[in-house]
Structures are given as C-alpha cells and as structure tokens.
C-alpha cells in the first residue's frame, strides 16, 4: 500500500493485527471462540493448550478461521491480511493469564528444590518464598492479592503435578519481577553456581 503527501510516496505494510481474543474474533469476524469448536485461530485443534502427555508440536497446517456465513471485515481487505498468521496474539494477555502464570511457578517450585529458602520440605520453602516475596514487595511497593504460597496457590496436591500460580495478571507480573530480582541477585543462589 502506498500514498502521497506533499509529492513524497510513504509505503506501507501490515505485519499484524493485535489485540486480545475479544477484539481479534470481533474485528476478524473469526470461528474461534470460548464455547466454539475452533478453539485456535491457525488451526483447527479440537483441544486447549495444556501441558502433559498430549503435549506436541504443531503440525504447521493453517486452516482458514473466518466466519463464512458473515461477509469479511475491512481489516481483511488490507493487503497481507488473508492470512491468519497475521492475527497476532498478544503478549500482555498470553504472558500474565497464560503461560507467565506457569512460568512463574515452576520457577519457585525450581528454586525451592536448589534450598535457595532451605527446609525440610517443600511447604516450608514455599513458606520461605514467601516471606522473601513479601519482604521484597513492601520494600519495593508492590502490591499483590495473593495471601500465601501454598499448593493450593499453585493449584497442585503433591508434586507429582504441573504448577501453574494463582490471583490475577497483575499478581503474575509482580511475582515475576520479584523472580527476577531474586535470580539478579548471586547472594540468592549459592546453590546455583553455573559456568557460561
Ligand atoms: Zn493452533
């Protein structure tokens, strides 16, 4: 695409549409949804993304996401926008509700097994963790709707199972940048000498 502006050709291209899945399905006019049977707007997958035995890659195969008893939006008029790889995902909403949530856990479940909050057992050091994170948080003046880190906060029974943390997005985000304090810092992890 291209246009003029006081005789200078300024050139265009759309490399992506972003936004969270309500906007994305509302201005694409797409099949996928909460209580549809397409569930992922590339492909045609019949299963929510989940971590376990099922887990595999994907099969590369796009399958066409549009609505087709509702004629096509003008956003997919834009040239380049017929293809559903230009439908980004957004990463302030896969991050924090999504893939951050389990991130973060697994990353306190890791530094409770390296006694970075030694006891002699995992509830003590995610009671440890704990105490750490909310130490951290008054002094650097985050607020947080968490109450604990217990296995029900991580939504496990025994650790046999995958953790994923509990609370709100923002809850994730400042338990991140808490995590990424604690790995900054060499005084943290004396177990955890690594030779780059
Ligand atoms: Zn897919």
Redesign the pocket.
């Known amino acids: 695409m291209s246009n003029q502006v006081n005789g200078k050709t300024f050139f265009f291209a759309c490399c992506g549409i972003k936004g969270d899945w309500v906007y994305l399905r509302k201005a694409l006019k797409l099949e996928s949804g909460f209580r549809s049977t397409r569930v992922?707007h590339?492909?045609d997958?019949t299963e929510w993304w989940k971590f376990g035995s099922n887990l595999r890659s994907?099969n590369g195969q796009l399958v066409d996401p549009w609505k087709t008893d509702e004629p096509p939006t003008p956003l997919r008029t834009i040239p380049g926008v017929e293809s559903p790889l230009l439908i980004r995902t957004d990463p302030a909403h896969t991050w924090p509700i999504g893939v951050g949530k389990e991130f973060a856990a697994s990353t306190i479940f890791l530094l409770c097994h390296l006694d970075v909050w030694p006891a002699n057992n995992m509830p003590d050091k995610l009671l440890g963790a704990w105490e750490h994170f909310q130490s951290w948080r008054y002094r650097t003046k985050h607020t947080c709707k968490l109450h604990e880190f217990t296995y029900k906060t991580f939504k496990v029974q025994s650790l046999q199972q995958y953790p994923v943390l509990g609370g709100s997005g923002s809850d994730c985000i400042v338990v991140c940048k808490w995590l990424e304090s604690v790995v900054d810092d060499p005084a943290m992890l004396p177990a955890f000498h690594v030779d780059w």
Do not use: E
Request: glycine share 0%; charged share 0%.
């Open positions: 992922c590339y492909c997958t994907w």
